[in-house]
């Protein structure tokens, strides 16, 4: 069987939600393999939510925000893309190739783009091949196991 | 009645939890008073035989300190789990991998190459034999115990019923655990930490807070600071924002940053990404190339962020490539 990335989303409510949507209304064709998960900032986005998607088997994870100056909350983004680079060395630090971290602005009216990234996303996950971490052999039925594996 | 049973114990540790516990001076005696010291290996001749002949469950308290990273860790603590009716990971180690963790960073082979080949003090013997768990010898084979791959935090190889953080715990901090446990008062819920608060080390420190808007981070010797401003402010990495209080701040009072051996606060599961979401949001910087700069400024950050918490974190050890 091929190899189908799963890939994460955290979007903003009020821009890239809303483009994802846009996407959506507008019959964009993209690829299947984000899951969304619609935040109201991606500045709510905590770097343990990212952390947290590559433990239980994500090979990739997709922030999308407002354009920088566009906040609903004025300052929200500002705090991501302080964020996302850190994070970006930490899991590298981690043996997690970075492009599988990314931060993307995507704005309400540009369902075109949300199409864009998560394209080029995919198929970029796609040639990395699937994320192996040593969490992933200790979780057993969706529960880490307390195993003796060492 | 009898007196209760109190064991204690060190895996891979350094021994300071043992002089933490001695620490509490001459309440010690209290301690030798009330309880019956049936197991401890730093200071008293009990072998691992007169355990297994205990029954199960005989011993009322066991202070387990110390991470598991070989058979023999892990051994006696399924023993001691076996014995003990309340077991307490006590300091940071036995809590949260603790920083024998930080080998986690690399793996068993490159820690024993470095050790016994490769480190600059390090006096080559034997042509640079690694240590086997079997050696075969005229008089017959010897054993010792297999080193792990992986350091791993106790709750991660047995139950834990109670935690008290630190590196090590600080002696007011256990007194107060022991006492209430003679006090015969009921215990709380299983898996409370004790020995420590519920906010921050912040919430402790004394000095003097401002909005926060860092420029520039300096490491401790690079800079003279000032005694009564937030660390943090005057750009030194300090794990306060991210620590769980109880210690007293003791670090910062001494104008070193803290060091995060509390471990996280309450609902927070990632120390280091915690640090990473407080950081991130004071760093005064909108533009990419000098959000970077400033960024390249933060030494070793896997080696700060998760001193302590590296085995017991979302990610838990790095990957090998």
Redesign the interface.
């Known amino acids: 069987m091929s190899f189908e990335p799963k890939i994460i989303g955290f979007l903003c409510n009020w821009c890239s939600y809303t483009g994802a949507d846009l996407a959506g209304v507008s019959r964009i064709k993209s690829a299947p393999n984000v899951r969304i998960v619609r935040t109201m900032c991606s500045g709510r986005v905590d770097p343990a939510f990212i952390l947290k998607a590559f433990q239980l088997g994500a090979d990739g994870v997709v922030v999308m925000g407002c354009h920088l100056g566009d906040c609903h909350y004025q300052e929200g983004n500002y705090k991501t893309i302080r964020r996302i680079p850190f994070l970006k060395r930490l899991v590298k630090d981690f043996g997690i190739d970075p492009r599988r971290l990314r931060l993307e602005w995507v704005s309400a009216s540009e369902g075109d783009r949300f199409a864009e990234v998560v394209n080029e996303m995919t198929e970029e996950i796609r040639q990395l091949g699937p994320l192996k971490l040593y969490v992933h052999n200790e979780r057993k039925n969706g529960q880490p196991a307390k195993a003796e594996v060492h | 009645m009898a007196k209760p049973k109190l064991a204690l114990y060190w895996a891979a540790s350094c021994g300071g939890c043992e002089i933490a516990v001695l620490d509490i001076q001459e309440k010690i005696l209290d301690v030798a008073a009330a309880f019956d010291i049936v197991f401890w290996p730093v200071a008293l001749d009990f072998k691992y035989d007169d355990v297994r002949k205990m029954a199960d469950k005989s011993v009322d308290l066991c202070l387990f300190n110390g991470s598991i990273r070989n058979s023999e860790n892990?051994e006696i603590a399924h023993l001691l789990r076996a014995k003990s009716k309340i077991l307490v990971a006590f300091g940071s180690c036995a809590l949260e991998g603790g920083i024998p963790g930080l080998s986690n960073?690399t793996t068993k082979e490159a820690t024993l190459r470095w050790v016994y080949k490769e480190s600059p003090s390090t006096v080559v013997q034997n042509g640079g034999v690694i240590p086997q768990t079997h050696t075969k010898m005229p008089e017959g084979e010897t054993e010792i115990p297999e080193l792990?791959?992986?350091v791993?935090a106790l709750d991660?190889?047995?139950d834990v019923d109670y935690y008290i953080p630190g590196c090590p715990p600080q002696p007011n901090q256990i007194w107060s655990v022991i006492e209430y446990v003679l006090s015969g008062k009921p215990l709380p819920p299983a898996g409370s930490v004790l020995g420590a608060g519920t906010k921050t080390c912040c919430e402790e420190c004394s000095r003097h807070r401002k909005e926060k808007k860092i420029k520039k981070f300096y490491r401790p010797f690079e800079i003279e600071t000032d005694p009564n401003e937030c660390l943090l402010d005057q750009g030194i990495v300090c794990m306060g924002p991210a620590t769980r209080d109880g210690c007293g701040a003791l670090c910062p009072k001494a104008n070193v940053p803290c060091r995060g051996c509390y471990g996280p606060p309450p609902n927070?599961?990632?120390q280091?990404?915690?640090m990473?979401?407080a950081?991130?949001?004071v760093?005064d910087?909108?533009e990419?190339e000098e959000?970077?700069k400033i960024?390249d400024q933060i030494a070793d950050?896997?080696g700060t962020?998760y001193r302590f918490s590296l085995a017991h974190?979302?990610?838990?050890?790095?990957?090998?490539?």
């Open positions: 892990a960073l792990w791959d992986t791993k991660q190889v047995i927070v599961t990632d280091g990404a915690k990473v979401s950081l991130c949001s760093i910087a909108h990419p959000i970077e960024l950050p896997m962020f974190s979302i990610l838990r050890r790095v990957e090998k490539s």
